[in-house]
Protein backbone atom coordinates (compact mmCIF):
# COMPACT_ATOMS: atom_id res chain seq x y z
CA UNK A 1 0.00 0.00 0.00
CA UNK A 2 1.62 3.31 -1.31
CA UNK A 3 0.20 6.10 1.05
CA UNK A 4 1.50 9.75 1.34
CA UNK A 5 2.38 10.95 4.36
CA UNK A 6 3.99 14.47 4.22
CA UNK A 7 4.94 14.33 8.20
CA UNK A 8 7.54 11.47 7.03
CA UNK A 9 8.62 13.22 4.41
CA UNK A 10 9.24 16.56 6.28
CA UNK A 11 11.13 14.37 9.02
CA UNK A 12 13.34 12.81 6.29
CA UNK A 13 13.81 16.49 5.15
CA UNK A 14 14.63 18.39 8.72
CA UNK A 15 16.59 15.24 9.06
CA UNK A 16 18.91 15.30 5.78
CA UNK A 17 18.65 19.09 6.45
CA UNK A 18 20.75 18.65 10.30
CA UNK A 19 22.55 16.27 8.49
CA UNK A 20 23.81 18.48 5.66
CA UNK A 21 24.35 21.52 8.36
CA UNK A 22 26.21 18.93 10.61
CA UNK A 23 28.79 17.83 8.00
CA UNK A 24 29.07 21.54 6.45
CA UNK A 25 30.11 22.80 9.80
CA UNK A 26 32.33 19.69 10.92
CA UNK A 27 34.41 20.56 7.49
CA UNK A 28 34.22 24.45 8.36
CA UNK A 29 35.78 23.40 11.84
CA UNK A 30 38.23 21.11 10.42
CA UNK A 31 39.16 23.42 8.13
CA UNK A 32 39.71 26.27 10.82
CA UNK A 33 41.42 23.86 12.99
CA UNK A 34 44.19 23.33 9.81
CA UNK A 35 44.14 27.25 8.98
CA UNK A 36 45.19 27.66 12.75
CA UNK A 37 47.15 25.20 12.94
CA UNK A 38 49.13 26.51 10.07
CA UNK A 39 49.22 29.50 11.40
CA UNK A 40 50.89 28.00 14.75
CA UNK A 41 54.05 26.81 12.60
CA UNK A 42 54.02 30.00 10.70
CA UNK A 43 54.23 31.66 13.79
CA UNK A 44 56.94 29.28 15.19
CA UNK A 45 58.94 29.69 12.52
CA UNK A 46 58.78 33.59 12.49
CA UNK A 47 59.89 33.92 16.10
CA UNK A 48 62.75 31.01 15.10
CA UNK A 49 63.87 33.83 12.29
CA UNK A 50 63.35 36.54 14.46
CA UNK A 51 66.25 34.70 17.26
CA UNK A 52 68.07 34.21 14.79
CA UNK A 53 68.29 37.87 13.55
CA UNK A 54 68.19 38.91 16.73
CA UNK A 55 71.31 36.74 17.98
CA UNK A 56 73.87 38.26 14.91
CA UNK A 57 72.04 42.00 15.06
CA UNK A 58 73.42 41.85 19.02
CA UNK A 59 76.79 40.96 17.57
CA UNK A 60 76.88 43.21 14.90
CA UNK A 61 76.11 46.10 17.80
CA UNK A 62 78.53 44.68 19.74
CA UNK A 63 81.35 45.10 17.80
CA UNK A 64 79.94 48.52 16.08
CA UNK A 65 79.83 50.08 19.51
CA UNK A 66 83.17 48.98 20.62
CA UNK A 67 84.51 50.02 17.21
CA UNK A 68 82.89 53.58 18.27
CA UNK A 69 84.13 53.79 21.72
CA UNK A 70 87.86 53.09 20.38
CA UNK A 71 87.55 55.79 18.00
CA UNK A 72 86.36 57.94 20.53
CA UNK A 73 89.62 57.33 22.14
CA UNK A 74 91.49 57.25 19.50
CA UNK A 75 90.54 61.14 18.35
CA UNK A 76 90.20 62.47 21.78
CA UNK A 77 86.43 62.68 21.91
CA UNK A 78 84.50 63.25 25.09
CA UNK A 79 81.15 62.51 25.00
CA UNK A 80 78.65 64.06 27.85
CA UNK A 81 76.29 61.18 29.30
CA UNK A 82 78.88 58.71 28.48
Known amino acids: MNTYNRHDELGTSEEEIYINSMESWIKEQESRREQIVSTIKTSTEIVEQNKIQLHWLDK ?10 EWKKNNNIAMPNG
Not at 62 to 68: G, M, N, T
Open 60 to 69: ALEVAKFEFE
